[in-house]
């Protein structure tokens, strides 16, 4: 299983940014795929999940301004960011979905992530 993050990077306040997530080394079509951050010294926190049949699922802090897409055919889940804010500051990773639960302990593979800073 490889995950590869891309798209990060420096962004001011209100601005918008799109990661990418390339996959492979399994079954892509038939696995749920989730975004999650961390911030350093704190928590993994799932932000956005999407499940095989595109159905898709946000935390509350993301809700509105993330949108989260899947492209079977090309192996990639991307996460369309909105209206950045300076507490969205962290590195994003994105990861497969083994469980019926968006806790990112429970989650599968990851990739190696990708830094998104909000700033002025």
């Known amino acids: 299983v490889q995950l590869v993050e891309s798209g990060g990077g420096l962004v001011q306040p209100g601005g918008s940014l799109r990661l990418s997530c390339a996959a492979s080394?399994?079954?892509?079509?038939?696995?749920?795929m989730a975004w999650a951050r961390q911030v350093p010294g704190k928590g993994l926190e799932w932000v956005s999940g999407?499940?095989?049949?595109?159905?898709?699922y946000y935390a509350d802090s993301v809700k509105g301004r993330f949108t989260i897409s899947r492209d079977n055919a090309k192996n990639t889940v991307d996460l369309q960011m909105h209206s950045l804010k300076p507490e969205d500051t962290a590195v994003y990773y994105c990861?497969?979905?083994?469980?019926?639960?968006?806790?990112?302990?429970?989650?599968?593979?990851w990739g190696q992530g990708t830094q998104v800073t909000v700033s002025s």
């Open positions: 990861a497969t979905v083994e469980s019926s639960t968006w806790d990112p302990e429970m989650f599968g593979s």
């Open positions: 080394g399994f079954a892509f079509s038939t696995y749920a």
């Open positions: 999407i499940y095989s049949d595109g159905s898709t």
